[in-house]
Structure formats: C-alpha cells, structure tokens
C-alpha cells in the first residue's frame, strides 16, 4: 500500500461523505437559491412539478385505494421500482398497497421523454415531494377530525393513527379535493436516518412476471379480434416503390388487406405467420428505385470530418497559445452502432369511432400522441398513447416507427386491433444509429507534467431525431404526401448531444473546445444510450492515458492531479483502491490494466471504470478478466437498482467498443442480423465485474443509467494500450483491428 | 390438425404444418415465455424444450415439434409457484428489460436437466448461443449457479427422506 500514494482508506471515504452531507445540506438547491431571490419570481418547484404542480395529478387516494402516476415509463432499467420506493418511503406506505400507472396520454402526467438518465431527477423528485405533501395533507385531515395537533399523529401503512389509539385510513380521510391542490415549493420530507425503503435493495416489481411468462411486453398484447400485420420496407433510405402487384398477395390464405400508401407498403392477416409469409409474397412483388445515397464507407469518417457543419465553441481558451513544454495530439473514430434491442420494435393500435389508441414501447408517449395526430392529421385528444414495455431500447430505437406503421394500418382496418412486429432485418436497417464520430485532442504538457494547454474538437451528426413532429416517424417518409425529415439541431450545452462530456471535467490551465455539428444525415442517427458521451470519454479518457504516460505519471494520480471536484476524486480512488491498483504493476506478459472516469454530462453520476484484460497476440483476441467500478449516483434509492445499471452499462459498452459497427455499401445498410452485427457473448465477459457505490444521503438523485458507458470504452483502450504498448483509437477492437495494430 | 404436447398436456393445433413452433406457442396457446427474437434462430429468445432439450422454437416448424414434449416458461412454474430456475433469477435479480430471460431460463434448465453441477466453464459455453443485450450475463450465470444449487439440495433432500422413509 505504500506504493500508493492516493489510497483512501473506508473511513476517511465515509469522513468526507459525512463533511459534503453537511455543507450541501445547507446550500439545497432548489428551495434556498430561490427563497434569496426577489419575491415576484415563485420559488421553482421540484423535478417535474414544475409542469405537472397539481398533486393529484401524481397521487390519488380514492375508492380504488392509492394510486401513484408517473409520466415516465419502466424500459428495464427499474425505474418504476425506484419511483414507488421514493412514494412509499414518502406516503408512510408498503410498496404492495400502492396501484401505480406509467406513462399513458389519458392518466399520467407529461414527462415527456424517458431518457437521458432523467427519471429520478424529474419523477423521483415530483413524487417524493408530492407523497409529502399528501401525507402532510392526510394528517392535517386527521388532525382536523380528531381535534389532536398534527405533531400528535403518526402516519403509517397507509392510516393516521392519533396517540390515543384512534386511527383513520387514507381512504377515510381523503376528499376529493384534498389533494386537487398545487404543490409548495418545500415538503416536509423524511429524515434519512428513519427510511425504511429508500437506500434499500427492493426487489423489482416487474421481474416475478417476466420470469414466469405472464403479458409483460406489449408483444405479448392479446387483443379481442386481433390482426397481424408485417410491413415491406423499401429496399434503402432512399429507394421509392416503383410497382406492386398485390392481387396475388391478396388470394393468400388468411391475408385481409395491403395497405399501400406512396412506397409504405404493409400487408395485414388474420394469423401472425400468415403475415410473414404475405409480407414475403409482397417483398417479391414489389420493385423499387433507388440510388446511391450513403457516404463511401471506406472514407466514412472524410465524410464525417468534410461534411458542411455549424461549428459551436463550448469552451474558449486561446487556440495554440505558446506554450513551452511537450505537445501530442491525437484523432479517435468511432463507427455507426446500433441499439440492438433483442425484441424488435412492435405495436398494437385499434381505431375505433374516429378515434386511435396505440399501445407502445417509446420512450415518450406525448410526444408520439403529437406526430402520430400529426401524420394521420387527427386532432390530439382523438390519440390515445399507453406504454407497454418492449424489449429493452438504450434509446431511440424503432419503438416511434413501428407505433406509426400500427397506426397507419389501423386506420386502414378500424375496428381491430392490428400488431405490427418488425423483423429482425428492419430493426437492424432501419432504427436510427447511435451517429459516426471523430474527435481530435491536441495538449501540451507543462514543465511539472500539468496540462497547460488543451484543444478538443468533435465532429458529429446529431444524436436526437425522436419526434418531435410527423416529420421524425420514419413510415410518414413514404408516405404518397409524405412529411420530411426536420433539419435536426444541436441538443445545447450544459447537457448537449455530440458535444456531451466534450468539456473536460478536469481543470487544465487553458482548454479550448469546438463542436462541428452536421445537420446533414445520409444514414438516420438519433439518440443511442450517452449520446455523444461514449465518444467524447472514450477519446478524452484514452487522451489522458496518452499525456500521463508522456508525463511519466501513473494514470490514476495524473487524472487526481487535474481533478478538483471531492466527489470525482472520491469515486476515482474508491475504483482504484477496490481494483487494487497499484503504480507499475508486475502483469505477466500480455496483460494491461486500464482505468477511466467521467462524471455523465458533467452534471449526472460519478463514475469510475478499472479493467484488466489479457490480449492473445496471434489471434488479436482481448479476454476481459476483471471490471470494477464506482458509482456516485446522489441519494440512492436502491443500489441493486444502481449496480444492475451500471453491470450492465459495463457490459453493452464492452460489446460496443469490442465489436460492433453498423456496416453499409453507398446504397443500402447492410448489417442486418446478428451474424453481421456481432455483440458480446457469454463466452466473451469478464471474470468478474463488480460496482462499489457511494451513497450520498439528501443530496439530489443523479441519473445512473448511461454513466457507464463511456468510461468502460475508455478503461479497455487503456488497458490494451498497456498490454500491447499499441494505442488504439478507432472502435471498434475487433480482432481484425487489434491484430492489425500490434503488427501480426 | 396435429396435437402437441406443451407442459404436459395436450393440444390440438390447426394451423400450416410450416408454421414456427413460436407463433402457435404464443397465439393459439397463449403462450407468452417464448419471445420473437430474430426470426433466424440467432438469439435464443425463443428457446423453449424438446424432449428436454433445447431448441430455437422461431425456426422449429410446427410438424417436427408433433410427438415430442415441449416445455415453455410456463410449464416451470407459476408466478405463485415459480420453479427454482425461476426462483433463482428472482433471487440474483438477474433481469433489465427481461426480453431475453425466458430463452435464458429454458436453455439453463436444459443444462441442469442433464448436469445438476456444470461448472462455471460449461455454464458459459452453454449458455452462449442466447444474447442478452441489456448486459445483465453476469447476473444470468450467478442465477444459474444459484438454480443448479438449489436443485442439488432439494435433490438430496429428496433422497434423504426416501431413506427416512424406507
């Protein structure tokens, strides 16, 4: 341990959790800026009561007992097990007496997208303030009818019970109006040190169900009078529907209908495998135009680099200032991915009497009420959006779309509910990719081995096309009067799209940051988990394994060196003294160990990635043999919840960053199945991954769910880096890529 | 019609003796475990078991599967009564979005069915042809240990008390 001049042992950890509890605790955001402020503003209100503020729009107690609302929508990541942890904790109730509605257009508050790591932020806050307020409310009900100060009752399991024994349930004391109230800024929120469910490992709700076939998704939605239908896609973004001949297609057993409409092109039956195979008859039958309209792949990132672009300067330090000391610099490419979601995208609606309800898996069903009342230019309360969960999305993926092509079949159908199932090959082609990038990083090193200078370029497409408008549901393309894509713009800084985490979160003497962002979208792009972060980590934190290694610094020490934020510094030495990392360590031959850190757009969770992995030279093969994390993730409301997160954001980052990259010809995409978009196996994880978290009671929840990614990238390119002593720094590390690096 | 046997019972089925084991599973029995994956039998969403063996019911025509004993998700267990491949992905958690739990359920049981006490090395190489895109594989082998546990002990508890009883 003495080789180790930056361990922390547990207790100084705990030391300085407990300071920053205090001190935070006293500066709380959003109440005590707010309250400073002049009085004609009102004080901000908490998370998503800021556009949802009536209490009962999250919380009613009625007939039908407790029911708790959250305009947010449970993609397997847990989330609706963390938010009825916070309501419980905050109402005084068990988890099991709570009825609890996720995301849907007719009961559920507009929290628009679930996405960006927002969900405890907006919803967990919105809901831990309005339960309090609803118990407060409750127990000033009961102290109305009992005659007994408020400070006199307990609430508990759902009743308020006076010291005299009298006891009312919620039911009993709830009026209809009493809590049709707006939320107050403040809430009497529950001291940490009494919780009974927040901080705890709940199980998640929704697991029992889906590990013993019950409907969980809504592929498993089975309608009264349900159709099938399969949609023909054209053959490439481009390509236009020359001729069909569906008459033949039409006599096929079971088949109802073809829907054409410009080059949309759908066939509907009364069997599922009916469908597929008239969707095959029809894909036969049909003859389409298309043209060359993708960038060369084998000058892709020319392209990205060439391509027109609105240039953004995020940070303005002077460029190339004179600085004496020793320069590097370095260029990072990172391919189209995909999302991959195991279940292709699918959707059930059912137009009846002029109006439509789609029950879908997007991540934001408002938004989609609006494009798709848009598309079929129906009014918006004749669209009724419900969220059912699909096959896990790590962003926008073909969930809109598919919903779309249900609708548009639908109102071709009324009266039945149609299912519209992707296939394997269209949620491959056609869900929007995770977008190309290239990132340039020149530093130059100080005399004592500090960063003086710093320039970062990225060059992106952007990464959120969600709708929005008609004009992002890729079928109202094809459309005979079609709606056409929107020129997309940058998401803005702090939280930004291509440029996420662009800016460094360490402090170097001068950093100059610049985003050329390209409008321009020959192969649709949009929101993949971290968005531009993956890339701008990947490429900042295999950079500042490049200036340590330069500085004749170890890695770890180098990055304490420029990092000042405490709660950075303490996950980055919670990671490396669980890892057991130590300087120059002794690693037989082949093996390297790397590390890497970020905090998610500079402003979300902690976290800190160490790897160690062994390369077999001959074949180019990387074997990871441990991973090990730590996470701050604010106030945790259920680590098992944290660590899922993080394990598997370990694992999908590894996959990405070892193997995966969409491929295309000038034509057409042409990774269309597993075979041809490999992902991780089994075989292929490490030993043992394991996440150390740090638990920061009252301070403000911090989003988990994509901090992983880009460190991950990172602390495999260091760790190669050492293995070999070769850096790489265009993704993915196939064998192919590693084998040509190190010279075999 | 042809008649399948699923979770012990029989069904009579009329559909195209090309149909995928998968669609008649799902829409003639409501039988929601297996899931559509690929289509192409490159996931393993679909697994389900026959003669306790594991196959790819999305490219598994109806006709092969007749005369053979099929076992789905639900023939396992209940949601009152999970089985203790269930039981145990439960217990390590071993789920995000869940789509491809089912499949990884049914290809651990065809592993314990035959070997209650693979080693870690062949839980990996077995499990191999199901993807899992959430990353939660390393929850998945820790609930696969945790079931063939479980099996081994309810096993010689069993046996136990047919000694005690004889």
Redo the contacts between chains.
């Keep these: 341990m003495s080789a180790d001049p930056f361990s922390l042992s547990r207790r100084k950890l705990l030391a300085g959790g407990g300071a920053l509890v205090v001190s935070f605790s006293l500066a709380r955001s959003p109440f005590s800026t707010a309250t400073a402020q002049a009085p004609p503003q009102p004080p901000r209100l908490p998370g998503s009561l800021r556009t949802t503020p009536m209490l009962d729009a999250w919380i009613r107690v009625d007939a039908e007992g407790i029911t708790v609302f959250t305009g947010k929508a449970e ?4 989330i609706k097990t963390a938010l009825l942890q916070v309501a419980a904790e905050e109402l005084s109730v068990e988890p099991r007496q709570i009825r609890f509605i996720t995301a849907d257009t007719a009961k559920t508050p507009n929290e628009g997208y679930t996405a960006g790591s927002q969900s405890m932020q907006d919803s967990a806050t919105a809901i831990r303030h309005a339960a309090a307020q609803a118990r407060e409310l409750l127990i000033g009900a009961a102290s109305a009818r009992f005659g007994v100060p408020a400070e006199q009752l307990t609430a508990n399991e759902a009743a308020v019970t006076a010291v005299d024994g009298r006891r009312a349930s919620y039911q009993d004391l709830a009026s209809a109006e009493l809590l049709h109230v707006a939320a107050q800024p403040q809430s009497k929120l529950k001291d940490p040190s009494s919780y009974r469910l927040i901080g705890k ?1 709940l ?2 709700v ?12 809504v ?2 939605l ?1 309608l009264p009078g349900m159709v099938h239908a399969r949609v023909v896609r054209p053959s490439s973004y481009g390509a236009r529907l020359r001729s069909v001949e569906i008459a033949a297609v039409e006599r096929m ?1 079971g088949v109802l209908k073809t829907v054409r409409d410009g080059s949309f092109l759908a066939v509907v039956a009364e ?3 009916q469908a ?1 195979q008239a969707m095959d008859a029809l894909a036969l039958a049909s003859r389409w135009d298309e043209s060359k309209s993708l960038p060369d792949p084998a000058r892709l990132y020319d392209w990205v680099r060439n391509a027109p672009a609105k240039d953004y300067v995020l940070q303005d330090g002077r460029s190339g200032i004179e600085t004496s000391g020793r320069t590097l610099e370095a260029v990072y490419h990172r391919p189209y991915q995909l999302h ?5 995208s699918c959707a059930v609606a059912l137009a009846e009497g002029g109006s439509l309800t789609v029950w879908t898996h997007s991540q934001g069903v408002y938004p989609l009420r609006d494009a798709i009342a848009e598309m079929l230019r129906m009014a918006k309360d004749k669209v009724h959006c419900i969220h059912m ?4 999305c ?1 962003g926008h993926n073909g969930a809109d779309d598919v919903a779309a092509d249900a609708a548009l079949i639908a109102t071709a159908l009324p009266g039945r509910p149609v299912r519209v ?1 992707w ?2 090959d269209q949620e491959h082609a056609w869900e929007p990719f995770g977008a190309a990038m290239v990132t340039s990083v020149r530093a130059t090193l100080d005399g004592s081995g500090g960063v003086a200078d710093w320039q970062y370029e990225v060059w992106s497409n952007a990464h959120s096309t969600r709708p929005g408008g008609a004009g992002n549901l890729m079928p109202a393309w094809h459309l005979a009067a079609p709606f056409t894509q929107p020129v997309p713009e940058p998401i803005p800084q702090p939280t930004g799209g291509g440029d996420r985490n662009a800016i460094p979160l360490y402090r170097f003497a001068n950093t100059r940051v610049v985003h050329h962002f390209i409008p321009d979208m020959p192969v649709r792009v949009s929101a993949l988990r971290g968005l531009g972060a993956y890339m701008n980590v990947f490429s900042l934190e295999s950079f500042m394994d490049e200036l340590a290694l330069a500085a004749g610094a170890d890695p770890v020490e180098f990055r304490l060196r420029h990092l000042q934020d405490m709660r950075a510094r303490d996950v980055v030495q919670l990671a490396a003294e669980k890892f057991g990392w130590t300087i120059a360590p002794k690693l037989p031959k082949g093996r390297g160990r790397g590390f890497a850190f970020a905090r998610y757009k500079n402003l979300a969770a902690y976290t800190a990635v160490a790897v160690e992995l062994e390369v077999e030279r001959e074949t180019g093969q990387i074997r990871l043999l441990s991973c090990v994390a730590a996470d701050d993730s604010g106030e945790i409301v259920n680590p ?1 919840g944290v660590r ?2 993080i ?6 980052s ?2 990405w960053t070892l193997r995966e990259a969409v491929t295309f010809d000038e034509t057409r995409i042409t990774s269309l ?3 041809t978009y490999p ?5 292929d ?1 490490p030993e043992r ?1 394991e996440v150390h978290l740090i638990d920061r009671p009252r301070e403000p929840f911090l989003g988990t769910g994509e901090s992983a990614q880009g460190p991950t990238a990172a602390a495999i390119a260091n760790a190669l880096a050492s293995a070999t002593g070769v850096r790489l720094r265009e993704l993915p590390f196939t064998r192919r890529n590693i084998k040509a690096a190190i010279g075999i | 019609m042809l008649t399948l046997s699923v979770n012990g019972r029989s069904h009579q089925v009329e ?2 003796g ?3 084991l998968l ?1 008649v599973l ?2 003639d029995l ?4 297996a ?6 039998g ?2 393993g ?1 679909c697994t389900v078991l026959m003669d306790d063996k594991p196959v790819l019911s999305c490219i598994t025509p109806i006709t092969v599967a007749e005369g053979r004993r099929i076992t ?3 023939g396992l ?3 009152d009564n ?1 089985g203790p491949v ?1 039981r145990a ?2 217990a390590e ?1 071993a ?8 499949g990884m ?1 049914m290809r651990a049981e065809a592993l314990l069915r035959r070997n209650p006490q693979p080693s870690d090395k062949e ?3 077995h ?2 042809p ?12 820790a609930a696969v240990r945790r079931a063939a546990r479980a099996i081994r002990s309810a096993a010689a508890e069993s046996a136990r008390s047919q000694e005690a009883r004889r």
């Design positions: 993609l397997g990541q847990g490992p199980e998640r929704d697991i029992p169900a889906k590990v013993t076939g019950a409907v969980a998704y592929q498993d089975r057993a069997r599922e495998f597929v991959g979601s195991i279940g292709p969960e699909g096959s896990g790590y199932q296939t394997r098992d899922n997160q394990e598997g954001g370990i694992v999908q590894a996959s199945d597993w075979s992902i991780l196996r089994f075989g994880l991954i | 559909a195209d090309a149909t995928p669609y799902r829409n409501g039988l929601n475990g899931k559509f994956g690929c289509g192409l490159q996931c969403a789905t998700l639900e267990g209940t949601l999970p269930q992905f439960i958690q789920a995000q979005c869940g789509f491809c739990i089912p359920i839980i990996r190489g499990m191999s199901n993807l899992c895109r959430c990353g939660t594989h390393m929850r998945i082998l």
